[in-house]
Nanobody, 119 residues
């Protein structure tokens, strides 16, 4: 699967953005999806994930209550709705897909989209 992230930009603290990740291929629903972020000079960290059906979601403690992950399997797209943004949310956001097979898993990454939150 190929992933294309978009929606990043510059926003003031307290503002909102919606990130999107479009997946190629016809098997989107077979992938667990998620978002990671990497701030300048820091490691890439988990932000949120969603299972193949969209019924189960998981969030990093730092974003709970402010970010919402969702997916539309019919359209092959995943979103990250970001609200009440803080300067510490500034990072490159990467979309991620994982497919599990018996005994192994395969990870895919999008190219990243930059989110900058000004104070």
């Amino acid at each position: 699967v190929q992933l294309q992230a978009s929606g990043g930009g510059l926003v003031q603290a307290g503002g909102s953005l919606r990130l999107s990740c479009v997946a190629s291929g016809r098997t989107f629903s077979s992938y667990a999806m998620g978002w990671f972020r990497q701030a300048p000079g820091k490691e890439r960290l988990f932000v949120a994930s969603i299972d193949w059906s969209g019924d189960s979601t998981y969030y990093a403690d730092s974003v709970k209550g402010r970010l919402t992950i969702s997916r539309d399997n019919a359209k092959g797209i995943m979103h990250l709705q970001m609200s009440n943004l803080k300067p510490e949310d500034t990072a490159v956001y990467y979309c991620h897909a994982r497919k599990r097979y018996i005994g192994r898993k395969v990870d895919y990454w999008g190219q990243g989209t930059l989110v900058t939150v000004s104070s």
